[in-house]
């Protein structure tokens, strides 16, 4: 996968999801490799390239303060967020960055609409946000085990109607929405890995010691809701695919790949905002001039 935009474009196409309908993820693979067969020191070497890209550009979004960049990761346990958040963005000048790692709300964030968490965590102009799980939890998680709607969530039972998940997805879509209008670019990733792969993973974290703090046996229960995660999935991707708001659904069996694409489609996503440093007008240069011989003096 050398660094080209047009080579890079046409790897993309085959993960970028822009219009829901139609889409079916078992037409995605998750061991896909777009034809690419890389040794793991091809892979590293590819990837420092992508991330020094990533940095110049950073650097000039957060300069020219007008685009924010908010890349939202959801996946199914053990699929590699964490890795590919570490990997990709370590290149990155951390004071441009704003990571966010959700988890279960708390009675505060209850006490909101289910927006509201992420809206306050949402990046400023020249930042770029960086999402671990998301609102989209609120449609697959809670859509999972509707029993955290009845037993946690405070809505009015009136508003508890057969429609609810598809009402959060219009909700999700129509924010994702405002905030391309608002000069945010929205940047959705689908970590896809296959249930063969998550077991291998799990033992994995079994049997190596260092790995142990990663298990929990809530994981392996979850398993068995495996059928049900993918069609809600399936579901919200149908639902708020665009492209304003693309999901990027990427094979997750291959870390190495994984973390390519995730590079490659924030790289392609940077290139196209016309990034550059603040250009002066004559007087901030005459200034800059004057200071300049003030110096030299």
């Not at 959801?74 to 790692?101: E, R, T």
Request: net charge neutral.
């Amino acid at each position: 996968m050398p660094w080209d935009g047009n080579r890079l474009r046409g790897i993309l196409s085959r993960f970028r999801v822009e219009a829901g309908k139609g889409f079916r993820l078992k037409d995605h693979d998750p061991a896909d490799t777009a034809g690419l067969a890389l040794e793991k020191r091809e892979a590293r070497e590819l990837l420092a390239r992508g991330r020094e890209m990533l940095a110049e550009m950073q650097d000039m979004l957060y300069a020219q303060d007008r685009w924010a960049v908010l890349c939202i990761f959801q996946a199914m346990d053990a699929a590699g967020k964490d890795g590919a958040i570490k990997h990709v963005f370590s290149g990155v000048n951390p004071q441009g960055c704003h990571v966010v790692s959700f988890k279960a709300p708390g009675p505060t964030e209850l006490d909101h609409d289910f927006l509201w968490r992420h809206a306050v965590a949402l990046p400023a102009r020249g930042m770029i946000g960086i999402h671990n799980r998301s609102w989209y939890e609120e449609v697959l998680v809670v859509r999972v085990h509707p029993e955290i709607l009845e037993r946690r969530q405070k809505l009015p039972p009136r508003l508890v109607t057969s429609r609810i998940w598809e009402e959060r997805l219009e909700d999700i879509a129509a924010f994702e929405r405002y905030l391309a209008r608002q000069g945010v670019v929205v940047l959705k990733f689908f970590l896809h890995l296959s249930a063969e792969e998550q077991r291998r993973r799990f033992l994995k974290r079994i049997e190596e010691p260092e790995k142990h703090w990663k298990f929990s046996a809530a994981d392996v229960a979850e398993r068995r809701h495996w059928d049900a995660y993918q069609e809600a999935y399936e579901q919200a991707i149908r639902a708020t695919a665009a492209p304003h708001a693309p999901w990027y659904v990427v094979p997750a069996d291959n870390k190495w790949f994984t973390r390519l694409v995730v590079a490659a489609a924030l790289a392609m996503a940077m290139q196209d905002l016309d990034l550059h440093y603040p250009r002066l007008g004559a007087a901030a240069l005459a200034e800059l001039e004057e200071a300049r011989r003030a110096l030299e003096r």
